[in-house]
């Protein structure tokens, strides 16, 4: 059975341009073949090699965790919530595509899963001087074999195990370059024309959105005074035909009146 046997935390120690790396040896004792993974709640930060991978029977693997290069101190440095979490399951589907059998293996089906905690030493920010990158890390994604034989490294007990072998190596120290310090000045340079631009562009924006708004309103007065002297021609209109009706009623009641007085007349006589 593959038991990781974690530690309860695992030291850091980055700084603006090196790597700080962590190794982790997993060793299985089961009588079948064994897939494990790697998960990382802050995978930006880690390079892992491998993430993932396949255990023989009585097989040894080497997991290197790299802590990549930081320009800036970790904000979180001082209460550090990163979380480097294992998970080892019976290997039943083919080797060749290892990530994608972990899409389909259920959280039921673990054999066993490893989880450590992590403490960032941000001790070489606070220096005046500057680490060089560190060299590659050996025995990155390295398999050897149970007998203590081994393809990349030294040879390791059989046994169930997963303990830290590996921190931060010593590392040079150089002055920080004027180079450097240019490419900042430029780049904080860059950044506040950037943001002049910016604020320029806001600024045309708004002047745009205040004659857009004068415009508008303009068309909804002069709608409104199209829209009333249309009304007023309507009702002047209406008032004309209305005396011209009733001119024409006056007419009507006239020949009607000069009708019946010749009727009456043509009765007396």
């Known amino acids: 059975r593959f038991t990781p046997d974690p530690e309860s935390t695992l030291t850091f120690s980055p700084s603006p341009t090196a790597r700080s790396a962590v190794t982790l040896t997993l060793a299985s004792s089961a009588d079948h073949k064994l897939t494990f993974k790697v998960l990382l709640n802050h995978p930006n930060r880690y390079i892992v090699r491998p993430s993932a991978g396949v255990l023989q029977p009585g097989e040894i693997a080497t997991i290197a965790v790299v802590f990549e290069p930081a320009a800036q101190r970790p904000p979180d440095a001082a209460d550090c919530k990163n ?6 399951a ?6 060749e595509d290892v990530a994608e059998l972990w899409k389909t293996i259920p959280k039921s089906e673990l054999v ?5 905690a992590v403490a960032i030493d941000v001790s070489a920010y606070d220096a005046p001087q500057e ?3 560190a060299p590659a890390v050996a025995g990155v994604g390295t398999v050897a074999a149970a007998t203590g034989s081994s393809r990349t490294g030294p040879s390791v007990p059989v046994g169930v195990t997963a303990a830290a072998t590996g921190g931060s190596s010593q590392k040079p120290r150089l002055r ?3 180079s450097l310090s240019n ?7 860059q950044a506040e024309a950037v943001t002049r631009d910016i604020e320029n562009l806001v600024s045309e924006k708004n002047e745009q959105e205040n004659e857009l708004q004068k415009l508008i ?3 909804v007065s002069k709608r409104r005074e199209y829209k009333t002297r249309r009304q007023e021609d309507y009702i002047t209109e209406l008032n004309r035909v209305h005396h011209r009706e009733l001119v024409r009623v006056d007419h009507v009641q006239m020949l009607l009146i000069f009708a019946i007085m010749l009727m009456s007349i043509k009765l007396l006589v």
């Open 90 to 95: 019976k290997l039943s589907g083919p080797e």
């Open 183 to 189: 490419k900042m000045a430029s780049l904080k340079e």
């Open 112 to 116: 066993a899963k490893a989880r450590y």
């Open 83 to 88: 979380l480097i979490k294992i998970q080892v």
């Open 217 to 219: 309103q303009e068309a």
């Open 131 to 133: 680490t060089l990158p």
């Open 176 to 178: 920080r370059s004027n």
